[in-house]
Every structure is written in structure tokens, then in C-alpha cells.
């Protein structure tokens, strides 16, 4: 991936396209230290806490890894802000923002 080129709306979207990706994403940018990781066991989920740790290490993670949007430790199911992070960090803000204003399932 070339990390000069800034990743394509289409891209967040994408990023932003599953409620789990959605709560961590949104977890990452209202953590009280943007250098803290966060516990992917912690995020509330619903379904089984395993079939998402599942899901999480081979689907969410490896796509929003490779967007530079976060960066994982599957050692310890944790997971900080990507080197791209600011990237997607406008639109996190915006719907954060109007969170009451948007769809329930947002998060």
C-alpha cells in the first residue's frame, strides 16, 4: 500500500461499513490517551464474545491493518491507532457527533 496517497472516502466507508469496526473505531478516537490501546474483549458486542474475537482477527483487523487505520496486538487482543488514523479521525468525529441524530444501529 502506498502510505502517500490519502486512502479514498470509498475506503472509510468501507472501513466504517461493519458495527463492530464502527464501536472500535469510535472506541480508539474517544479513548482518554490516543496511545492507550484498547481491549477488543472490553467493546460491548452482540453476539458471542468469541465468534467476534474470531471475526475480529480475521476479518476486521487485517482491514482496517492494511488501511493503516489501526494497529493490533493479537497477543494481547488490543488494538491502538493505525499511523493513518487521522485520516479517517474527521469522519469518526462527525458521526460521533451526531451520534443521537443517526440510525441506531451505528453503534
Known sequence: MNVEVMTSFDTHLDALGHVDRRRLLLALLNAEE????IELDRLEY??????????????????LEDRGF?????????????????????LLELLDTHR???PPDLV
Do not use: Q
Request: avoid cysteine; charged fraction near 35%; hydrophobic fraction near 35%.
Open 46 to 63: 452482540e453476539t458471542a464474545d468469541r465468534d467476534v474475537l474470531v471475526s475480529f482477527h480475521h476479518n476486521h483487523l487485517p482491514k
Open 34 to 37: 490516543a496511545a492507550l490501546p
Open 70 to 90: 489501526v494497529d493490533a496486538n493479537l497477543d494481547r487482543y488490543s488494538v491502538t491507532r493505525g499511523p493513518r488514523f487521522e485520516e479517517i479521525e474527521p
Open 100 to 102: 443521537d441524530r443517526l
